[in-house]
């Protein structure tokens, strides 16, 4: 075991804001209850949304398949608790466009019966794919906040080498205490979890980044080290600093490495995941439990009751806010889920817990909204900035809509931390423009891609009308001129079968007039009698010849 020994980085920007961690990291970890409805969007991941495998009026298990990743980059969704599936519909999901989404809406019967399960007694035995597949199988995301499918990111291919495993434990952004109190209250696990990890992808070191503010995680990992003797398991303290947490920062804090700009940690040889994944991760493959709830933080100054549950997903965060003790006097607050930086507003407190919440953030209403002050242009948005933007300019364009000189100005490595928000003077809400900018060059790119596959089956269908046309054109020409030279055939033709026919007819008038002068010259014949009606034919022709 290692502890501290390792060299440390810095990266430019950060900022100290005010932990408030204390008003719930001293509370354990609680089970929420069991809700009467759960509400389940099937799209609680990055990549495609998941295809519904039950109908309205079916029963279902804790932990049953209840909708089917779809594709590379998906996740699947079990069923929290056990019930009656009373309906698919739109609902309203957390989600920053505040729109409705497609969710699977269970009953539960408070029974909470699993349905059965296949836990694998040595899973550091199974190869990378088996470990992906229980994993995939899982449905288990990214829990830090990105919700990218977990499978995907331990599939590094063939021909990558991974030479470094991050689990982040930073949490660094302010109120959220949901990693803190699972490393120190299911450390043993998470590290399970880790070894599981690190097969599937054969990294040749591990190590857990936890920011110095929490030092009883530390303490407990270290204390659930001491049973993995073997272990390359590193855990590293890391200096208190916002957003150490992000992927990016926390890779460079602990191996000096810069993640390419537009690329990914595995072009570095680096994958990352979060310590809540990995203890999800242990709970799949040792266990066979599907994720099904996570941790989430509810915390803020307009709750009687900060703390930590265990909460099942499609809990409405009504039912969870009332599980901490509603708010302080009834007084109206503000949702937001995630924390003060990074967070999004949620209007609508009917609206689930799913997998990429980690916290609750319920905060009394500002009596008036703060207006804010023009830019001074101070500059100290970017002495913030992690990303080394110019977020001033980027909040300028932004504000014009000029919307190619915002992404000129890397918007899209703006990983939206607030820090620029954080420290301006005037007050400026730089990350929402940001949102906003990013929202409508999507949303210009998804109109322009759909554009351009309508324009591309006009362009088909006139390309498909024009050769018709000549086809028929072609035909037309090639009946015309077998017409034609039929006719030229056919009249010469005519005039030769009218000649004939005058032959014809007048040969069977010689023939006639023969046959009348022969009648004449010859004496007449006595009439034949008619045929006996009761004789056959044969009789007839025998007494003929007779
Ligand atoms: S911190 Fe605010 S006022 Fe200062 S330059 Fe940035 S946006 Fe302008
Ligand atoms: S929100 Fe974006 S622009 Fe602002 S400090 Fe963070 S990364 Fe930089």
Request: with cysteine; glycine share 6%; proline share 8%.
């Amino acid at each position: 075991m290692k502890l501290n020994s390792r060299k440390l980085w810095n990266f430019k920007g950060g900022v100290h804001p005010e932990g408030h961690k204390s008003l719930s990291n001293s509370s354990a970890i609680k089970d929420a209850k069991i809700p009467s409805v759960l509400v389940l969007p099937l799209q609680q991941h990055i990549g495609a949304v998941a295809n519904p495998l039950v109908v309205p009026g079916q029963r279902v298990l804790k932990g049953e398949l209840i909708a089917q990743g779809e594709g590379m980059v998906s996740a699947s969704l079990h069923a929290p608790t056990s019930g009656t599936i009373t309906a698919i519909e739109e609902r309203p999901i957390p989600h920053p466009s505040g729109l409705m989404d497609l969710c699977i809406i269970l009953e539960s019967d408070q029974e909470d019966r699993w349905c059965s399960l296949n836990p694998i007694e040595d899973p550091l035995q199974l190869d990378a794919d088996a470990i992906r597949e229980a994993i995939r199988a899982a449905g288990i995301v990214g829990l830090g906040g990105a919700g990218f499918p977990a499978h995907v990111k331990l599939n590094p291919g063939a021909h990558t080498e991974v030479d470094t495993l991050i689990i982040n434990g930073a949490e660094c952004e302010p109120y959220i205490t949901c990693d803190d109190r699972l490393m120190r209250e299911r450390a043993e696990s998470i590290l399970c979890g880790i070894e599981i990890m690190a097969r599937a992808i054969s990294a040749h070191h591990i190590l857990i980044g936890v920011e110095d503010n929490k030092p009883e995680a530390i303490a407990a990992l270290n204390r659930a080290l001491q049973h993995h003797k073997q272990s390359r398991i590193e855990i590293v303290t890391v200096p208190t600093l916002y957003p150490t947490g992000g992927e990016r920062q926390l890779i460079k804090v602990l191996t000096g490495k810069e993640v390419p700009t537009q690329g990914i940690p595995l072009d570095i040889g680096i994958v990352c995941h979060n310590v809540a994944t990995a203890a999800r991760v242990e709970q799949a493959v040792v266990h066979g439990r599907p994720l099904i709830s996570r941790v989430v933080t509810v915390s803020g100054e307009a709750i009687p009751r900060p703390g930590n549950y265990e909460v099942l997903f499609g809990t409405p965060m009504a039912d969870l806010i009332a599980e901490a003790g509603g708010t302080i006097d009834q007084q109206p607050a503000t949702i937001i889920m995630g924390g003060p930086m990074m967070g999004l507003p949620v209007t609508d407190s009917a609206t689930p817990v799913t997998k990429t919440c980690n916290c609750l953030l319920i905060q009394p209403v500002q009596p008036r909204p703060t207006l804010h002050q023009p830019c001074i242009r101070c500059g100290e948005c970017a002495i913030s900035c992690p990303a080394q933007l110019q977020p001033q300019q980027l909040y300028w364009h932004a504000r014009a809509k000029e919307f190619d000189k915002v992404q000129d100005e890397h918007l899209f490595d703006c990983i939206e931390c607030g820090c620029c928000s954080w420290v301006c003077p005037s007050q400026i809400p730089l990350v929402h423009y940001f949102r906003f900018a990013k929202a409508e060059i999507w949303s210009q790119e998804r109109e322009k891609a759909a554009a351009d596959i309508a324009r591309e089956r006009h362009e088909f269908r006139q390309l498909r009308i024009e050769r018709e046309k000549a086809e028929r054109a072609e035909l037309m020409k090639r009946k015309k001129a077998a017409l034609a030279k039929k006719k030229k055939s056919g009249v010469s033709g005519s005039k030769e079968s009218i000649a004939a026919a005058v032959e014809r007819t007048k040969a069977k008038k010689a023939a006639l007039a023969a046959k009348e002068a022969k009648a004449a010259t010859e004496p007449s014949a006595p009439p034949t009698p008619p045929p006996d009606a009761t004789e056959n034919r044969t009789d007839e022709g025998e007494q003929r010849e007779i």
